[in-house]
């Protein structure tokens, strides 16, 4: 049993977390933990077709709710007369143009719900198109402007297997029970699910009641119009094995007069993102064949209107490949695309030449320097991007034929008097291999060669993603803190290559160990870094690799295990995506595998657990839910190694969702560590 000692530091410590000593009176030029709520970003940049504005997303906080909101901004292609389209605390989001630059669509919740609005740019009137219940997806204007294409939500009403007898007259019963038989019946950020699948609708610009167009009972998504706006075409997966095989989607055509469905690709593995032809007699599409792999990348297609003559133009290209656009001479695609922790801009020709065009496209996570951002392009060739740096989140750029204009700083408020610390890019040889690894150490922005910092060991998630020279609030905020910052892409991160991902395949976590304690041992030769004072935390993927170290290893005083996996076995039993998980990352069931999913467990090593450690899950986490960290915390109790549960209240696993939960869980991260310092 806990002694009284040990009881009243624990009470003291919770109370630390959450305690802040906001000081009004002086400014420091260090990041601090309410400079959060201060911090903006531009997302989902949109071009006109001619190519002479831009409409964008800026991204703010707002304190007294603890929410995040956006609105809409217009600005000229020069960076001139940059002015709102719409104000408010709400969420105006989601803008694309009309194909003759009038108009505009846009979703926004400013009546309490989320629906579609269109706006007449040349006079800034609006009207609100739909009136629906359920969530809206995408939205597709047609080629000749008169109508829109868009996913929803549709209920289905079943009977019920529990048929409960009719209550007494004013009886206060609870309600009936639910019952569930589908495979995925919840999902991280959604909860259980309502019963029910995305369909497709129609709606003409002037409203009306949205007409449906799709209605069998699996999930519809991303419709896009052919040319002549007799079809639209759009992904799903309609096999009847759905739930058990969630990577065999197809394109589909269905007929705007008699609703006939046809299926254009029938291959095994996905098949998304279509895009029409300029001339409107080729799709394009992204996906791959299926290899079972827990990394698989993805290459564009191109087939005709009927799904016949498809072609890989882009077999050659070892990444993988996002968010493709038809030039308007009908030549090649636009396209983006991770590589070594940097997002690019490229053109690929329909031969398969690559040109690359430009870097630094990202900003979009403001908690952790993963890879993010998006683009559009105009009829000319002209684009407009998120430009994200390690100085500052998503931004927005513009160019065109090797010209390119910062156009915002949606942050120079607050960065012309703060001082962030400094992210030196590094290469080192992994211990197990000599594979080459790439990483980023950031210090303190009060950096002294001369003095000796603590370092944190901090691990990306995933674990097929990437960490790369992004902005990182978080671990900017570890840095004012005092602390030196190692992040890396280990084997299995994304940006590296097939090969590379896949390292991890059936293998994880493994030798990825190898690469992050390699990196921790090549930065610790450095005369500021505290080799006394290591610590180690990661949230999800990085949640399981920073508990399978401290199972390993005893050199980091204290460890913050986030949002992790710690039992694989019960993991795919009771994950939001289980039809995925046991049969990409593992080789079959877990009954039938117990070797190999306990042996990847780090559960399993709870018993050599030394290290300090706290849990930190979101409660409301379907993704990795809590029981997983609850046995962790359980275990290491039963171990008798000093641990806390920090369980964040109604957060999914997306936990910083929140402002405040983003402060909490830096502080969190920060009082654990300073309490273990030597």
């Known amino acids: 049993m806990e002694n009284k000692s040990s009881h009243k530091k624990t009470v003291l410590f919770i109370s630390m977390i959450f305690f802040f000593n906001v000081s009004y009176s002086q400014i420091s030029n260090k990041l601090e933990l309410l400079d959060v709520f201060n911090l903006e970003y531009v997302s989902d940049p949109q071009i006109s077709p001619d190519g002479s504005k831009i409409i964008y997303v800026r991204n703010f906080k707002d304190i007294m709710n603890d929410k995040n909101y956006s609105n809409l901004w217009i600005v000229n292609f020069d960076g001139n007369n940059n002015l709102p ?3 408010g605390n709400q969420n105006d989001y989601y803008p694309r143009w009309s194909n003759d630059g009038k108009k505009l669509i846009y979703k926004s919740n400013k009546d309490g719900s989320t629906q579609i609005y269109l706006k007449y740019i040349e006079y800034n009137d609006e009207s609100k198109l739909t009136n629906l219940s359920n969530n809206i997806g995408s939205v597709e204007w047609s080629l000749n402007d008169k109508y829109i294409a868009f996913d929803s939500f549709v ?10 007898p009719e209550k007494p007259k004013g009886a206060k019963w609870n309600n009936p029970p639910i019952v569930i038989d589908d495979l995925q019946y919840r999902a991280d950020g959604r909860g259980y ?17 949205p007409r449906q167009v799709t209605f069998m009972n699996k999930n519809h998504r991303n419709p896009v119009w052919l040319n002549d706006n007799s079809h639209l075409v759009f992904s799903a997966n309609l096999h009847d094995n759905s739930d058990l095989d969630p990577n065999n989607s197809e394109l589909y055509s269905v007929n705007l007069s008699n609703g006939k469905i046809d299926t254009l690709t029938t291959r095994i593995g996905p098949d998304s993102n279509p895009r029409i032809s300029p001339n409107g007699k080729k799709i394009a599409y992204l996906g791959f064949d299926d290899e079972y792999l827990g990394y698989q990348q993805n290459d564009i297609y191109v087939m005709n209107l009927d799904g016949s003559s498809i072609n890989n133009i882009s077999s050659k290209f070892d990444r993988n490949i996002q968010n493709i656009n038809w030039s308007k001479d009908g030549g090649g695609f636009y396209f983006q695309y991770d590589d070594k922790g940097n997002t690019k801009l490229a053109f690929i020709s329909i031969s398969g030449k690559i040109n690359d065009i430009l870097n630094d496209i990202g900003g979009l996570s403001l908690g952790k320097p993963y890879s993010g951002g998006t683009y559009s392009v105009s009829n000319n060739g002209s684009y407009a991007y998120t430009y994200g740096t390690t100085k500052h989140p998503g931004d927005l750029a513009v160019g065109s034929n090797g010209f390119s204009l910062r156009v915002t700083e949606v942050n120079k408020d607050l ?21 080459e690894i790439q990483g980023w150490l950031v210090t303190p922005p009060d950096f002294d060669n001369k003095k000796k910092y603590p370092l944190i060991l901090e691990i990306h998630g995933g674990p097929f993603a990437n960490y790369g020279s992004r902005f990182s609030a978080e671990i900017q905020l570890y840095a004012a803190a005092g602390y030196a910052v190692l992040y890396i892409n280990p084997r ?36 500021y870094i505290d080799e006394n004072n290591l610590f180690v935390t990661g949230g999800s993927g990085g949640g399981v690799l920073s508990s399978w170290i401290i199972g390993k290893t005893h050199k980091f005083n204290a460890a913050v295990v986030a949002k992790p996996v710690i039992n694989w076995y019960s993991f795919v039993l009771y994950a939001d995506n289980t039809g995925f998980f046991y049969k990409y990352w593992f080789p079959g069931l877990p009954w039938d595998n117990l070797e190999e999913y306990m042996e990847r467990s780090p559960i399993t090593y709870a018993g050599n657990v030394k290290t300090p450690t706290m849990l930190l899950t979101g409660e409301e986490d379907y993704r990795t839910p809590i029981a997983e960290s609850e046995q962790f915390y359980t275990a290491l109790k039963l171990g008798g190694v000093e641990t806390v549960l920090v369980r964040i209240p109604e957060a999914s696993h997306g936990i910083a969702s929140r ?15 300073d309490r273990y310092k030597k």
Do not use: C
């Open 492 to 527: 299995g991160s994304t940006s590296y290559g097939k090969e590379f991902g896949n390292l991890i395949h059936h293998n994880y976590p493994s030798n990825d160990y190898d690469d992050l304690i390699s990196g921790v041992d090549y930065v610790k030769e450095r005369d």
């Open 415 to 435: 960065f012309d008097y703060k001082n962030l610390g400094n992210v030196e890019e590094i290469w080192y040889k992994s211990s197990y291999d000599g594979r």
């Open 193 to 209: 699910l309502k019963q029910g699948k995305q369909q497709l609708f129609t709606l003409p610009i002037e409203g009306g009641t």
């Open 85 to 87: 389209l719409t104000t």
């Open 659 to 673: 402002p405040s939960n983003l402060i909490a869980k830096v502080k969190a991260v920060i009082t654990w560590f």
């Open 155 to 164: 209920p289905k009403k079943k009977d019920e297997l529990i048929d409960m």
